[in-house]
């Protein structure tokens, strides 16, 4: 971090600990060595720099700037490197009784996971972060949102209320068989979460299992704007070593997919 803004530093550090990002403070005026990594700093304090070191390992803050936008912005480049624009956004949904998990995956790496107890915040948490991560509502084939069916009266629910946000050009929601995806309890020590999260994760890969089996990119479907909801089935057959590095985000589901065929 590269500020004198004590209120800056303090909101990035508070938030970034919560993530578990390591940062290094450098006293505003040191001189910005050659690192891996971003240099987080305001934009009024950007712009005194000389132009010799501004350069594109700033990742930048404006007060107009939504800060949680910000701060997922450090969490992507922390995960995938300080590469800004992303092919797809994927939202994973295990609907429940009581708590919902959701997780995001930016081009099926997976990125982070929540939980929610309100229907309307998991619509507007969807809304989110189309816009924090540059994708518009009608990137119809840009953006995936897969349900786990087990409790259908609220999938329902939720369908109708993001078929009504995403009414003038919807993407195809894929309705996915999520049983025995809360039942697999290590999983829990890799990331500490909750199990509705670890079922949501598990829903994406079974998903993308599915998808690739069906050929999801044939013409046909990708045409077919009345087909505005496909149900998906997969058996999850997964190496433990791959799974894991999928919930660390260091394999996509793709990628892991294609070293389990090696096997």
């Excluded at 350069?55 to 007060?63: A, G, I, Q």
Aim: charged share 30%; proline share 2%; hydrophobic share 35%.
């Amino acid at each position: 971090m590269y500020s004198n803004d004590s209120r800056f530093f303090y909101k990035v550090n508070n938030s970034l600990k919560k993530l578990k990002i390591p940062i290094q403070v450098l006293n505003f005026g040191q001189k910005v060595r050659n690192f891996d990594g971003v240099v987080l700093t305001t934009q009024e304090e950007f712009e005194r720099l000389p132009d010799e070191i501004q350069s594109d390992k700033f990742l930048v803050y404006s007060d107009s700037q939504d800060f949680e936008e910000y701060i997922m912005q450090i969490l992507a480049t922390h995960k995938f490197g300080n590469n800004r624009d992303y092919n797809e956004i994927i939202f994973s949904i295990d609907p429940g009784e009581n708590k919902t998990g959701v997780a995001i995956f930016l081009d099926e790496y997976f990125f982070i996971s929540r939980i929610f107890y309100d229907q309307k915040k998991i619509v507007s948490e969807i809304k989110k972060f189309i816009s924090y991560f540059k994708f518009r509502k009608s990137d119809a084939y840009k953006i995936k949102i897969f349900f786990g069916i087990g409790v259908p009266s609220l999938v329902e629910s939720l369908l109708d209320a993001l078929t009504e946000e995403f009414k003038e050009n919807p993407p195809i929601f894929y309705l996915v068989d999520e049983r025995k995806t809360s039942k697999i309890k290590h999983r829990k020590k890799i990331l500490n979460i909750t199990k509705h999260e670890i079922s949501a994760i598990w829903i994406a890969i079974r998903a993308i299992k599915a998808l690739k089996s069906v050929n999801y990119f044939d013409e046909s479907i990708k045409n077919n704007r009345k087909q505005s909801q496909k149900k998906l089935n997969s058996e999850i057959k997964f190496d433990e070593n791959l799974d894991k590095e999928v919930f660390l985000g260091n394999l996509s589901i793709s990628e892991a997919l294609e070293r389990e065929k090696l096997k």
